[in-house]
């Protein structure tokens, strides 16, 4: 079984920064894309960055030029630092996994973390 646990999220104010974290565990033998996504309240949740195993990366409109997402193999870990940071963007952020090998059980599928809320203040 493989989770994914995010941290890093917190109040700041407009401008500011923050950089999340996310650890996946569960005796992972490889990952392939790794995500960050973004729910604000009242709306559908939304891709921010995604980063391959060759580490090609992809950002939404909205974010470039303010997020870079990066990872580390070794750690099986995904992170995200973010950059001039705007009301709009308060949400819960959630680490996801598209496929992992799992060390005896083979390929699972679509692996949430439950998310770090992110409130950026006016």
């Known amino acids: 079984q493989v989770q994914l646990v995010e941290s890093g999220g917190g109040l700041v104010q407009t401008g500011g920064s923050l950089r999340l974290s996310c650890e996946a565990s569960?005796?992972?033998?490889?990952?392939?894309?790794m995500s960050w996504y973004r729910q604000a309240p009242g709306k559908r949740r939304e891709l921010v960055a995604t980063?391959?195993?060759?580490?090609?990366?992809k950002y939404a409109d909205s974010m470039k030029g303010r997020v870079t997402v990066s990872r580390d193999n070794t750690k099986n870990a995904l992170y995200l630092q973010m950059h001039s940071l705007k009301p709009e963007d308060t949400a819960v952020y959630y680490c996801?996994?598209?496929?992992?090998?799992?060390?005896?059980?083979?390929?699972?599928?679509?692996?949430w973390g439950q998310g770090t809320q992110v409130t950026v203040s006016s």
């Open positions: 996801n996994v598209d496929r992992a090998w799992v060390r005896g059980r083979g390929y699972t599928y679509d692996i």
């Open positions: 569960g005796n992972i033998g490889s990952i392939n894309a």
């Open positions: 980063v391959t195993f060759g580490d090609t990366t």
